[in-house]
């Protein structure tokens, strides 16, 4: 029998089900509309039950790697997922229907995965480093709840580490960056701290960033194909092509996931308030509470950044972020009211019928 505390369950934190014929598992590797599940019999296919496509509300609320659910144990064939449990973090973003903001037809929301503690934000040192997108993953990571924390791969490859870490560190306050090589395993002690028996950590970062590498440093075993990047532009080809999770040699679990050139805000508002916390608060000193941080006399922004107490990059970060984020918030906003009417209209068709 497989102890699923092992596994991150708490029976203390997650409700009673509403069917007690079944029981707990994890969903550690999605493929299509099949889920692999760790139970307590150990690892079962499992598949969603039919009326869970009608009941789910939205695409976020179908399950993910990470999840915890309650199934249908079926010991000679496919069980089935009954019921989704409460989730403690999830990582989202937005899954745009579209090529560009002004002709965007859906905004949806997409959880890559969920009941993380750590995320792992790789970036590697090569041509394709880029702070924004960096601190873009940050956002989202603190919005769903997750502890960030940067890690910058490839250090061997490169002849300084330290300045780019430094430049990080401005601009994402407060997270953790570490500098490490998956070849050589210089920096690689330093991850310790976060590999805890019951700890999951999710790895998100674009292609090439070295997400398998490490994995598979962490394993200290080939579990993942390594894939090599481009020479003329540092980036990589998609080597994980779906989400899974792994049990580590030190009893912590990882997620690793495919690797996703764009990250899309998606409902951020408290994610970029806790990474740009250092602004909001100066937002209190400026002389007039509706200032537009522009030519107002008084105003605390540009005196800080005039003083160089913010750079002028970290403002253009923050406004950016809110920016996208209006805009997924309005959008997303006016589809929630949109589906409604439909469906008020719907029932009014209904019932005309019926008379």
Partial sequence: MINLKHYGYKESTNKTPNNTNTIPGRITEHQREKYTVITQYGEVIASLKGAYYHSASQRADFPCVGDF???????SGESRIEELLPRKSKFSRADFSGHAAGYVKTVKEQVVAANFDYVFILSSLNADFKVNRIVRYITQAQQGGGQPVVILTKADLVDDYIRPMAEVGRAA???DVHAVSSYT?????????????GKTIVFLGMSGVGKSS??????????MAVS?????DGRGRHTTT??????????AM???????REIGLYDAGEGISIGFADIEELFLQCKFSDCGHKTEPGCAIRAAIMAGTLPQKRWERYNAQMQENRFVDDKAAYLREKREAYKSIALYSKSMKKR
């Fill in 69 to 75: 659910v309650q199934l249908q144990y079926n010991q």
């Fill in 173 to 175: 306050q407060g997270v």
């Fill in 185 to 197: 395993g210089e920096g690689m002690g330093a991850l310790a701290q976060y590999l805890v028996p």
């Fill in 214 to 223: 490490l994995l598979n440093a962490l394993m200290d075993e080939s579990v």
């Fill in 228 to 232: 090599a990047i481009r020479e003329d």
């Fill in 242 to 251: 779906h989400r899974q999770l792994f049990m580590l040699p030190s009893g």
């Fill in 254 to 260: 990882v997620i690793d996931t495919p690797g996703m």
